[in-house]
């Protein structure tokens, strides 16, 4: 695991305020949203300012290419690091 996997997956328990689940627990291919972790589009959103916050990424559209970015912590520690690559 990537340390930026390691840090997105800390940034979803943090910001999301997940009791029940630690970082460590979450695998980095498992979906984010419906059978796998369980978010929904609350969490998306809340989880959008915290990405922007932390590493200063603005997600300005919803499009079905940034939903597949944000299908689990793998794909989308591929879009963050080349959204820091743009810069």
């Known amino acids: 695991m990537s ?3 390691l840090d997105i997956k800390r940034l979803i328990v943090e910001a999301l305020k997940l009791e029940d689940i630690s970082a460590e627990d979450i695998d980095s291919d498992e979906a984010l949203f419906g059978d796998g972790l369980g978010l929904d589009s609350i ?5 959008g300012v ?3 916050q ?3 990424i603005t997600i ?3 499009s079905d290419e940034i939903k597949a970015h944000f ?3 793998r794909s989308l520690a591929r879009f963050i690091a080349a959204k820091q690559g743009d810069h």
């Open 60 to 62: 300005e559209t919803v």
């Open 71 to 73: 299908a689990n912590v």
């Open 54 to 56: 932390r590493f200063g």
């Open 3 to 5: 340390d930026l996997e």
């Open 43 to 47: 969490d998306a959103l809340e989880l």
């Open 50 to 52: 915290a990405i922007r």
